[in-house]
C-alpha cells in the first residue's frame, strides 16, 4: 500500500543514490508542487540543493517576503531575488494574453539561467513536476512548464543542459499534500489555493504596470482574507480578482467618481478543467465589496463572475 511515510523514505534514499554530492538547483514559486519537492531533495542532501524563489512583481501581496520567510524556516537554502523591475519591462505596452504570458516565461528563464550560473558546478535542475503535469504535457502552464515547452525549440539556455530530477512524477496532486504534510510543510502552503505561473499579469486585464499591480494586491488580500476570516476560503477551489480595462461613473459623497472596476472570480472544481462559479454568500459578497470600495483607491465598482467553465475558462486571459 502506498503511504506518504513510505513514498518519503524510499525516494530519499533513491534521491541520495542518484545525486550523492552533486549540487541540485531548484526553482521555488511559492506552490505545492515545487515546495513539497524542494522538501523532499533537501532531506535528500540538504545544503546541497539550491533554491531560487524569483520576484515577478506579479505575486499577491507580501507573498514574497511572507512565503520566502517560511522557506527560510524550513531550513532550506533559498536565495529570494527580486526582479519586479526587469518583468515591467519585460511586460510593458503588452496586451496581448499570450505576448504576457511568453514575457513572463522567458524572462523567468533569463532570470533562472543567470542565478543558476551564479552557483559553482550546480549538475542538476530539481522541478516539481506531478504526474498529470507528464501526461498533459502539451497544456502549457507554468514556470517549470514554461521550460519544458521551450526544451525542443534549441538554443537552450545552459541550467536546460543539466540532468533533471522530478522526484513527484509519479504523484497526483493530494498524494504531493499527503507527502508534504509528512515533511511538515505548514498547512499555510499545502492548502493554498492554485495560482497561475503568470500570476496577477493575467488577472490585470491589458497592459501590465506596477500601479496597477499595487491595486489588484489590494483587493485580492481583501477579497482572499475575507474568505478565510468567514471559513470560505477552504470551501473553493480557487478564488481571486481581475482588474478589468474599464471605469465606470460613480458617487462618493457628493462627489462624482470615474474609477475602476474589478470582478470578483471563485470557482468549486476538482482539477480545473471544469469549474462551477461558487455560490458565495449574499451577505459575504456585499461585505466584502463595500469593504474592498472603500479600502481601494480608485476602485468604485465591485462585480462578480457567475460564469461557469465550460464555456468560460477561470482566469479572464
Ligand atoms: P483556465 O483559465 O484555463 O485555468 O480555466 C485553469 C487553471 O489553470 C491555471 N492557469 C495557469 N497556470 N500558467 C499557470 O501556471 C498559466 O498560464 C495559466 N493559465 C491558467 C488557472 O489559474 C486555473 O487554476
Same mark, same amino acid.
Given at each position: 500500500d502506498w503511504t506518504a511515510e513510505s513514498f518519503v523514505e524510499t525516494t530519499v534514499a533513491q534521491l541520495k543514490a542518484k545525486i550523492g554530492d552533486d549540487k541540485v538547483v531548484l526553482g521555488l514559486s511559492g506552490g505545492v508542487d515545487s515546495s513539497v519537492a524542494a522538501m523532499l531533495i533537501h532531506q535528500a542532501i540538504g545544503k546541497n540543493l539550491y533554491c531560487i524563489f524569483v520576484d515577478n512583481g506579479v505575486l499577491r501581496k507580501d507573498e514574497f517576503s511572507g512565503v520566502l520567510e517560511s522557506y527560510k524556516t524550513l531550513g532550506l537554502n533559498v536565495k529570494g531575488v527580486d526582479t519586479k523591475d526587469q518583468f515591467y519591462a519585460a511586460l510593458?505596452?503588452?496586451?496581448?494574453p499570450e505576448a504576457k504570458r511568453k514575457a513572463i516565461g522567458k524572462t523567468f528563464i533569463d532570470v533562472f539561467d543567470h542565478e543558476a550560473h551564479l552557483i559553482e558546478g550546480v549538475s542538476w535542475l530539481g522541478q516539481g513536476t506531478i504526474y498529470p503535469d507528464v501526461i498533459e504535457s502539451v497544456s502549457v502552464k507554468g514556470p517549470s512548464a514554461t521550460i519544458k515547452s521551450h526544451?525542443?525549440? +534549441?538554443?537552450?539556455?545552459?541550467?536546460?543542459k543539466l540532468k533533471v530530477v522530478e522526484?513527484?512524477?509519479?504523484?497526483?496532486k493530494d498524494e504531493v499534500r499527503l507527502v508534504g504534510r509528512t515533511l511538515g510543510l505548514p498547512e499555510a502552503i499545502l492548502g493554498r489555493h492554485p495560482f497561475p505561473g503568470p500570476g496577477l499579469a493575467i488577472r490585470i486585464l491589458g497592459d501590465v504596470t506596477a500601479e496597477k499591480v499595487a491595486i489588484l494586491q489590494q483587493v485580492d488580500a481583501l477579497f482572499i482574507d475575507g474568505l478565510k476570516r468567514e471559513g470560505l476560503y477552504d470551501k473553493v477551489w480557487q478564488a481571486g480578482a481581475m482588474l478589468l480595462p474599464v471605469q465606470s461613473v460613480g458617487v462618493m459623497g457628493d462627489e462624482r467618481t470615474y474609477e475602476r472596476v474589478v470582478a470578483l472570480r471563485a470557482v468549486t472544481s476538482v482539477d480545473g478543467m471544469t469549474a462551477d462559479w461558487a455560490h458565495l454568500p449574499y451577505e459575504f459578497l456585499a461585505d466584502i465589496s463595500n469593504e474592498i470600495i472603500n479600502r481601494v483607491? +480608485?476602485?468604485?465598482r465591485v462585480v462578480y463572475d457567475i460564469s461557469s467553465k465550460p464555456p468560460a475558462t477561470i482566469e479572464w486571459e
Amino acid at each position: 500500500d502506498w503511504t506518504a511515510e513510505s513514498f518519503v523514505e524510499t525516494t530519499v534514499a533513491q534521491l541520495k543514490a542518484k545525486i550523492g554530492d552533486d549540487k541540485v538547483v531548484l526553482g521555488l514559486s511559492g506552490g505545492v508542487d515545487s515546495s513539497v519537492a524542494a522538501m523532499l531533495i533537501h532531506q535528500a542532501i540538504g545544503k546541497n540543493l539550491y533554491c531560487i524563489f524569483v520576484d515577478n512583481g506579479v505575486l499577491r501581496k507580501d507573498e514574497f517576503s511572507g512565503v520566502l520567510e517560511s522557506y527560510k524556516t524550513l531550513g532550506l537554502n533559498v536565495k529570494g531575488v527580486d526582479t519586479k523591475d526587469q518583468f515591467y519591462a519585460a511586460l510593458a505596452g503588452l496586451t496581448d494574453p499570450e505576448a504576457k504570458r511568453k514575457a513572463i516565461g522567458k524572462t523567468f528563464i533569463d532570470v533562472f539561467d543567470h542565478e543558476a550560473h551564479l552557483i559553482e558546478g550546480v549538475s542538476w535542475l530539481g522541478q516539481g513536476t506531478i504526474y498529470p503535469d507528464v501526461i498533459e504535457s502539451v497544456s502549457v502552464k507554468g514556470p517549470s512548464a514554461t521550460i519544458k515547452s521551450h526544451h525542443n525549440v +534549441g538554443g537552450l539556455p545552459d541550467f536546460m543542459k543539466l540532468k533533471v530530477v522530478e522526484p513527484l512524477n509519479t504523484l497526483f496532486k493530494d498524494e504531493v499534500r499527503l507527502v508534504g504534510r509528512t515533511l511538515g510543510l505548514p498547512e499555510a502552503i499545502l492548502g493554498r489555493h492554485p495560482f497561475p505561473g503568470p500570476g496577477l499579469a493575467i488577472r490585470i486585464l491589458g497592459d501590465v504596470t506596477a500601479e496597477k499591480v499595487a491595486i489588484l494586491q489590494q483587493v485580492d488580500a481583501l477579497f482572499i482574507d475575507g474568505l478565510k476570516r468567514e471559513g470560505l476560503y477552504d470551501k473553493v477551489w480557487q478564488a481571486g480578482a481581475m482588474l478589468l480595462p474599464v471605469q465606470s461613473v460613480g458617487v462618493m459623497g457628493d462627489e462624482r467618481t470615474y474609477e475602476r472596476v474589478v470582478a470578483l472570480r471563485a470557482v468549486t472544481s476538482v482539477d480545473g478543467m471544469t469549474a462551477d462559479w461558487a455560490h458565495l454568500p449574499y451577505e459575504f459578497l456585499a461585505d466584502i465589496s463595500n469593504e474592498i470600495i472603500n479600502r481601494v483607491k +480608485g476602485v468604485n465598482r465591485v462585480v462578480y463572475d457567475i460564469s461557469s467553465k465550460p464555456p468560460a475558462t477561470i482566469e479572464w486571459e
